[in-house]
């Protein structure tokens, strides 16, 4: 498929909200897919470090 301009690229001879808007909600997909347990890793991390401190000082 050849494009004349960008802008006919952009728009996709009209189908383009539906396609860039399944590639957004792709990567949106796939950034939370690695950020969440990386997130969920250091909040897990956290909390053990403060519970060990509680158990350590009683």
Known sequence: MSFASFSDFIVMGGHGAYVWSAYGITFAVLAL??????????????????????????
């Open 33 to 58: 897919n690695i950020a969440l347990p990386i997130l969920a890793k250091r909040r897990y991390l956290q909390n053990e470090a403060r519970r060990l401190r509680r158990e350590n000082k009683s």
